[in-house]
């Protein structure tokens, strides 16, 4: 049973009201396409993806060798962290796995971090202007995960081309992880390939997985939590933010770091 809230159809119930706030806003509305997208996803993580490269742009226009702003010091600090876990994973010369490594790492988070907005506040706020359906977390979302992790698919044959040229890759495709020689080669060819595939097609999917899956219980709980009286909520809410935010700190971390070294085993030779 539902109650009309502004000419639309409200939550009645805790199932209603758990089935609302984990539905998309997406293009075809109520009946969804294998051709639609979630826009709220969408909208949401290019917002953020913006965020990201004005707060940079402002720090290194703002940017000083004497004594550093609070800004400066922070991006400095993520900059540093990263560029460690870079350097401690990946030997060959790239001009692009620093950037993007650092890209991944904050735009990754600043998703996660929209889990900690209260649920009901943007939900609320866009009802005004008659949208009735927002998942604020893109990284709850399975397929933004996913296609993130295709993007680092890509990379990784890309940057295996790159290195080792189209032909020593594809040779590396039917020569290993079993190495042989003459007939056995033959033979072993196809099993190297399947083995192949599988590794390549497995890092995208461990990766999108993982993520998605933390986000999307934690997103849950936080759900579960709005739907307690206002002194449980005060009782249990802020605990789990400041557990969440290692939570939402290491999940970006770990796709971060995960996305370094399958790119680092790319570029190197079995």
Known sequence: MTTEHGGHA?????????????????????????NSINLD?????????????????????????????????????????????????????????APLAITIF????????????????LPKVLEFFGVYKLRVVPTADVNHTFGMSIGVMLCIIGFSIKAKGAGGWTKELFTAPFHA????????????????????????????LRL???MYAGELIFILIALLPWWAQWLLGGPWAIFHILIVTLQAFVFMALTVVYLALAVEKH
């Open 212 to 214: 998605f899956g933390n």
């Open 41 to 97: 996803t969408f909208w949401i993580s290019a917002a953020l993806g913006l965020v990201f490269l004005l707060i940079f742009s402002l720090a290194a226009r703002r940017a000083t060798s004497g004594v550093p702003g609070k800004l400066q010091n922070f991006v400095e600090w993520v900059m540093e962290l990263v560029n460690d876990t870079v350097n401690s994973a990946f030997h060959a010369k790239s001009n692009v796995i």
């Open 181 to 208: 020689h003459g007939f056995a080669a033959i033979v072993l060819a196809p099993v190297n390939f399947i083995f192949q595939m599988l590794e390549l097609l497995a890092k995208p999917i461990s990766l999108s």
């Open 10 to 34: 409200a939550p009645a119930n805790a199932t209603e009201y758990i089935k609302h706030h984990l539905s998309h806003l997406n293009s075809a509305g109520d009946v969804v396409t294998p």
């Open 106 to 121: 904050v735009w990754v988070w600043l998703m996660n971090a929209m889990d900690f907005l209260p649920v009901d506040l």
